[in-house]
């Protein structure tokens, strides 16, 4: 049992930043895989980054490859999305997850635990 729980979200203009932060209610959330979704209105909600239970190891979504970061504190139990040079497209609510296995990072029935959400809001 898992609860997660995101801020940082808010209300910014194209080419702004944010960092969002998801914080565990566990001290192990080191070892659980971590994402990072999103969805927007009328649309399915879709995978944006991760970061790998097993090595670290770090995966994007294409639409966000080189503009946003996902990092961990592993001291605070907190993962966080830096997000850079924002777009309007970029707007959503946006979902930490996490997962209890090493692979299948893209996929949203691999993670067991989700958390309520924040929202990102990019004005042009």
């Known amino acids: 049992q898992v609860q997660l729980v995101e801020s940082g979200g808010g209300l910014v203009q194209a080419g702004d930043s944010l960092r969002l932060s998801c914080a565990a209610s566990v001290r192990t959330f080191n070892t659980y895989t971590i994402g990072w979704f999103r969805q927007a209105p009328e649309k399915e909600r879709e995978f944006v980054a991760a970061?790998?239970?097993?090595?670290?190891?770090?995966y994007y979504a294409d639409s966000v490859k080189g503009r946003f970061t996902i990092s961990r504190d592993n001291a605070e139990n907190t993962v966080y999305l830096q997000m850079n040079s924002l777009k309007p497209e970029d707007t959503a609510i946006y979902y930490c997850a996490a997962s209890h296995y090493g692979s299948g990072f893209y996929t949203l029935v691999s993670y067991s635990y989700w958390g309520q959400g924040t929202q990102v809001t990019v004005s042009s």
């Open positions: 970061l790998s239970r097993s090595d670290s190891s770090t």
